[in-house]
T-cell receptor, first 114, second 113 residues
């Protein structure tokens, strides 16, 4: 099925460990982004990409790295996990342009850092 | 700064009632607004997308409106059902090739049988 696929669905990390959250889409969307969702805070943008080789920071980028080597994939890396990064992470994609195209979201990754 | 606000944060209604969820935004130069549904522990499901050139979009029992001049959008749910219980999020897209969605914090809807 066409859409945005996130893996893993659940993950528990120890403080200081590193990991990569995977995101892949098969809709040939140029734009991809990562959000985190926390109680009382809503969804906040971490990083985004407008195409392969181009990434930029969102509202809460500290502690996270991204790269975009292909149109399909946009992994999010936690270099040294902290308890403050316990959250639900969503990847989203859309066609590029100035409007007219809605976003498609993945099913999320629930991350707990202990 | 562009902001999106949803009030109330929670709403409880009896089954069968028609209801309206509210969303307001601070920048009238909005390109489009998207309504999502989120069930507990699940991802975001897109319900409706309204372009700035449109005033309404309908899908089944759902109707969304957009008023740029007043900075408001509403999601109307007709004949509510217990299965409609979920958190509803609105998100504004304010344009540009690097534009991003700005989310409200959601309205948690509970429809009582």
């Amino acid at each position: 099925n066409a859409g945005v696929t996130q893996t893993p669905k659940f993950q528990v990390l120890k403080t200081g460990q590193s990991m990569t959250l995977q995101c892949a889409q098969d809709m040939n969307h140029e734009y991809m982004s990562w959000y985190r969702q926390d109680p009382g805070m809503g969804l906040r943008l971490i990083h985004y990409s407008v195409g392969a080789g181009i990434t930029d920071q969102g509202e809460v980028p500290n502690g996270y790295n991204v790269s975009r080597s292909t149109t399909e994939d946009f992994p999010l890396r936690l270099l040294s996990a902290a308890p403050s990064q316990t959250s639900v992470y969503f990847c989203a994609s859309r066609l590029s342009g100035t409007g007219g195209h809605g976003y498609t979201f993945g099913s999320g990754t629930r991350l707990t850092v202990v | 700064k562009q902001e999106v606000t949803q009030i109330p944060a929670a709403l409880s209604v009896p089954e069968g009632e028609n209801l309206v969820l509210n969303c307001s935004f601070t920048d009238s130069a909005i390109y489009n607004l998207q309504w999502f549904r989120q069930d507990p522990g699940k991802g975001l499901t897109s319900l409706l997308l309204i372009q700035s050139s449109q005033r309404e979009q309908t899908s089944g029992r759902l109707n969304a409106s957009l008023d740029k001049s007043s900075g408001r959008s509403t999601l109307y749910i007709a004949a509510s059902q217990p299965g409609d219980s979920a958190t509803y999020l609105c998100a504004g897209f304010f344009g540009g090739s690097q534009g991003n969605l700005i989310f409200g914090k959601g309205t948690k809807l509970s429809v009582k049988p």
